[in-house]
């Protein structure tokens, strides 16, 4: 019989590309539990509606009853995204952080080590490595040293899930991936913010100088690579996941504008994001050795395929941007 892997967080970005990721290419039985707070979005997979392999169920992860009616059937893996991911939300509101991504994996590690299960593979991020300064790169034991209430909440959450692997034993495995990019990332993060504001006409907001640096990877390589841990992952293992792409953020921007073919007159720099990191590097040297991860997207021309996707799926972006995502637009960059 098919196993069944529970995807939390499926109405997501990378959720979303992993779901499909994993139904393209295997037979499992997926459940994605969902919250579908402002950042999920079932439009993302309604093509799926009649695949019998695949079912949505809606839940947060921080409410053990609403775990406990996803788990009346056995689940063999999860595959823990569902978070809020966003640095500058956290800074303005860090309270359901600190809910759903600390509380949350907590029930689902609670939960986990009730039934027992297979694998439990835990979503980080490189941010709890904290910030580099010019050279050297974030390797699995740089040290944990996070500067916001997002990455602080993502290091709490890593730390108890490990803890659970040294004390009950539990299958844990962990990922700390870099910067994703690609279709379906919601509108607030840098890239598809400065695309969709790009193609609109208004301004492309930058923090600081502009000189901060992130290591961009396509989210079909990020998924990959967590495949590959989900099958071939040693439990107790905490594997970074990079493509080895950094880039300024004025780069990006202007990256962006010349492939829409935008001035550079619509760049406006504003006031810096509080703790701003400066710089992120991943080393995925051990995934690369051990479990044979090789990303496969070239930078310039996943840059390309994103922008293209955002073009043409412009009704997709216009509803999110015309909702409550204009409240936090102005609270956010309204006095900056
Ligand atoms: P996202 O914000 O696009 O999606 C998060 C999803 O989780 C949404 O569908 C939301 O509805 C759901 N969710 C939120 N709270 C929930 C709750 N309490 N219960 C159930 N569902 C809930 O995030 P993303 O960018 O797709 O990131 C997914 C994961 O990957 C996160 O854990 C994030 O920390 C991690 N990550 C992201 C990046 C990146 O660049 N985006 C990089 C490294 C790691
Ligand atoms: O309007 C903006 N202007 C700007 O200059 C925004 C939204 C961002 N920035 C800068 C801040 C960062 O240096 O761009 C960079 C990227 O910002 P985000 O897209 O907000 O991403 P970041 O803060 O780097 O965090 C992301 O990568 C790690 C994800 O949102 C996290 O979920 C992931 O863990």
Redesign the pocket.
């Known amino acids: 019989m098919a196993e069944t892997i529970l995807i939390?967080?499926g109405?997501?970005?990378?959720?979303t590309n992993f779901v499909r990721h994993m139904l393209e290419r295997y037979d499992y039985n997926v459940i994605n539990?969902?919250?579908?707070?402002y950042?999920?979005n079932m439009e993302n997979l309604k093509d799926l509606d009649g695949d019998g392999r695949y079912t949505f169920v809606r839940?947060?992860?921080?409410s053990m009853a609403d775990i406990e009616r996803v788990f009346e059937k056995p689940v063999d893996v999860i595959v823990n995204?569902?978070?809020?991911?966003?640095v500058d939300r956290s800074i303005l509101d860090p309270d359901t952080f600190i809910r759903?991504n600390i509380n949350?994996t907590f029930n689902l590690l609670e939960m986990a080590r009730k039934t027992g299960l297979r694998r439990f593979v835990q979503?980080?991020?490189d941010e709890v490595y904290g910030s580099l300064g010019d050279s050297g790169a974030f390797r699995e034991d740089t040290p944990l040293s996070p500067n916001s209430p997002y990455s602080a909440s993502?290091t709490a959450a890593d730390i108890l899930a490990m803890a659970y692997f040294k004390t009950y034993g539990m299958p844990v495995v962990i990922t700390r991936?870099?910067?994703?990019y690609g279709p379906y990332q919601?509108p607030e993060?840098l890239i598809p913010l400065i695309i969709t504001n790009a193609l609109a006409d208004t301004e492309l907001p930058v923090y600081g100088d502009g000189l901060n640096v992130r290591d961009w990877i396509h989210v079909k390589d990020h998924c990959a690579a967590i495949d590959l841990v989900v099958h071939k992952g040693e439990e107790g293992n905490v594997y970074n996941i990079g493509a080895s792409n950094e880039r300024t953020n004025i780069e990006i921007v202007e990256l962006v504008l010349e492939i829409l073919g935008k001035p550079r007159s619509l760049i406006r720099y504003v006031k810096d994001r509080p703790g701003h990191d400066r710089r992120y590097a991943i080393d995925s040297g051990k995934i690369t050795q051990r479990l044979d991860y090789k990303p496969s997207v070239n930078f310039s021309e996943g840059m390309r395929d994103t922008v293209e996707w955002y073009v043409k799926n412009k009704g997709w972006w216009e509803r999110i941007k015309t909702g409550a995502y204009l409240d936090y637009y102005e609270k956010m960059y309204g006095n900056r």
């Not at 109405?11 to 959720?15: E, L, S, T, V, Y």
């Not at 839940?59 to 921080?62: F, L, N, P, R, S």
């Not at 995204?81 to 966003?86: R, V, Y």
Request: glycine share 16%; hydrophobic share 35%; with cysteine.
């Open positions: 939390t967080g109405c997501g970005f990378i959720g539990f969902d919250k579908l707070t950042a999920g839940g947060d992860i921080a995204f569902a978070a809020e991911s966003h759903t949350g979503i980080s991020t993502k991936c870099s910067n994703n919601f993060k």
